[in-house]
């Protein structure tokens, strides 16, 4: 761009080597004026009750899964998943199997390796479409729906919805990152899947950031929360270039 209005990811991340893996790191997210960083603030307080919850649900999980991700050719770290396949198995089940492309050998579609991310739109969520496929076969959607009867919560305020799988304490937690799955709408019942930092957007999204979805995972991690910020900051998409079960 010009002007001072587009950036290169060069401008905005220093690459620093590491035995295990290319860690990012952000240099001044000020250094991106077209984009608001202020909403991306470290949260002032987490509750111990909200710590609890989260830990609560770590142990819950049984199943974690993983992306890499490079924007303009340049590596973007990592986003790690806890995964709910205690309350939504076939979903979470399709999910997984998407990362780890064990059916990519029968359709190459099958799998979220190659997929970017849709660029960031300001509203505290994450989009990808994958290839617009699920694993169950057939070319109709899929919807859970017993973890749909099992699983219903309500998301707060006189405007609020409904929404599915895991909970969300939208009143206390500040640093609910969750990873969800359309049940109606574009791209539901296939490939498509969001990551939504809920817990930091204002009250007014809270009520309708999570509707019609259903919750099957959590980023708990800094790495993750790290990867976010750069996708919020820079100009270029997103793209797995790495993706499975860790």
């Known amino acids: 761009g010009s002007g001072g209005v587009g950036r290169r990811l060069s401008d905005l991340v220093r690459i620093e080597p590491c035995r295990e893996n290319m860690s990012v790191s952000t240099v001044s997210l000020a250094a991106a004026p077209h984009r608001s960083v202020a909403s991306f603030a470290p949260p002032r307080r987490i509750t111990n009750n909200a710590r609890r919850r989260r830990r609560a ?11 890499d991700l ?31 492309g064990v059916n990519a ?37 899929f919807v859970e729906r017993d973890a749909m009867s099992a699983t219903r919560n309500g998301t ?27 049940i109606s709408g574009p791209g539901f019942g296939s490939s498509r899947f969001a990551v939504v930092r809920v817990g930091e957007s204002p009250g007014s999204l809270k009520q309708r950031l999570l509707t019609n ?10 790495e993750s929360w790290e990867t976010l910020r750069l996708m919020t900051v820079a100009d270029g998409r997103a793209k797995i270039v790495d993706c499975g079960e860790c």
């Open 156 to 182: 707060p305020g006189a405007g609020g919805g409904v929404y599915y799988g895991e909970p969300v304490d939208l009143s206390e937690d500040e640093r609910s990152v969750v990873l969800v799955v359309p």
């Open 57 to 67: 649900s770590i142990a819950l999980a049984s199943q974690r899964a993983f992306m």
């Open 105 to 141: 050998g029968v359709d190459p579609k099958l799998t979220y390796a190659g997929c970017t991310f849709e660029p960031y739109s300001g509203k505290y969520t994450y989009v990808c479409k994958g290839n617009g496929k699920h694993v169950y076969g057939g070319v109709g959607k």
């Open 70 to 100: 490079e924007i303009e050719g340049r590596p973007a770290g990592r986003l790690t998943f806890n995964l709910r396949p205690d309350l939504c198995p076939k979903t979470v089940g399709n999910f997984l199997a998407l990362c780890t």
């Open 213 to 222: 979805t259903m919750v099957i995972g959590r980023c708990v991690d800094e």
